[in-house]
């Protein structure tokens, strides 16, 4: 490791960086909404308040027989996995209906909300309830999934079990990451102080330009870009990328990516993370290694 003023620097090649990037933008009265529905829910009371819900992500294909999406409710403790799910068989009526999530990490399934039925083009949800992993840097998974049911043929009441293996899920660290809108990014880098910086140098080298590069760290932070730094001009080598939010636990995180590309070479890019905790610095590195 080389050293640096109260932070430490070394160099990876992150060829296997996801280039597919959601852009994480959550509104006040979806989160409320979200909130309010969850609330409703016995087994949930104890969570407290939902820190970020995700975009819904498509589990199967629209033309399928089952069409999933699933919602990613993430708590101080806790996540819970919304699964919107409609019946596209006019034959079948489903019930007991259960999404099966098992991770070879150590998210914990503490509770089932199983729907009792579910009829042709209705959509209704179930739930499922994990304990987040104790430790601070466990913060991603990938669930394999499978949608259990009963189901009944024309109406009647003798039913079969079925199940339906639906994509995996993944959590990652960007579920963590509320993005926010810093007006002055300089003076709050300067306010949060460097006492839980930590600054490394990464070889982007599967990046075939700027552009490409601001929209992959943006998306994988899940943070939002200050002072327009998402737009990169063309004609430029270098760039410097402003990120701001708040992580689970509503600790404050700034990024400073400094960008150089090289034709041939890919993006280099010193990665500059503050925050008001140290371990959450920690992760937002992570997630780019």
Excluded at 75 to 89: A, G, K, S
Excluded at 128 to 137: G, K, M
Excluded at 204 to 220: D, N, Q
Excluded at 223 to 237: A, F, G, H, I
Aim: charged share 25%.
């Amino acid at each position: 490791y080389r050293k640096q003023s109260q932070s430490q620097s070394r160099s990876r090649d992150t060829n296997t960086l996801d280039t597919s990037v959601s852009q994480k933008t959550t509104t006040t009265s979806i989160q409320e909404k979200h909130s309010s529905q969850l609330a409703e829910i016995p087994q949930f009371a104890s969570f407290g308040s939902v820190f970020k819900s995700s975009k819904p992500v498509m589990l199967t294909e629209n033309e399928t027989e089952y069409v999933v999406r699933c919602i990613k409710h993430v708590f101080l403790h806790h996540i819970v996995f919304q699964f919107d799910i409609t019946n596209t068989i006019s034959e079948f009526e489903l019930r007991n209906l259960i999404v099966s999530m098992t991770n070879e990490d150590d998210f914990e399934t503490i509770s089932v909300i199983p729907l009792d039925s579910l009829g042709y083009e209705e959509e209704k949800s179930t739930y499922v309830a994990a304990r987040l992993p104790e430790d601070p840097f466990s913060v991603s998974g990938i669930f394999s999934c499978t949608l259990k049911f009963v189901c009944h043929e024309d109406e009647s009441e003798d039913g079969y079990e079925d199940e339906y293996q639906i994509e995996e899920l993944e959590v990652t660290t960007a579920d963590h990451v509320l993005p926010i809108s810093v007006p002055n990014f300089g003076s709050a880098w300067e306010d949060i102080g460097d006492g839980a910086e930590i600054v490394e140098v990464f070889e982007l080298s599967s990046m075939k330009s700027l552009k490409e590069a601001v929209t992959t760290v943006t998306g994988h932070l899940g943070m939002y870009p200050c002072e327009r730094t998402d737009v990169v001009e063309e004609s430029k080598n270098s760039h410097t990328l402003l990120l701001a939010g708040f992580y689970r636990g509503h600790h404050k995180v700034l990024v400073r990516a400094r960008l150089a590309f090289q034709m041939g070479s890919g993006v280099t890019m010193q990665l500059s993370v503050r925050s008001s905790d140290e371990d959450t610095a920690q992760v937002l590195v992570a997630a780019i290694g």
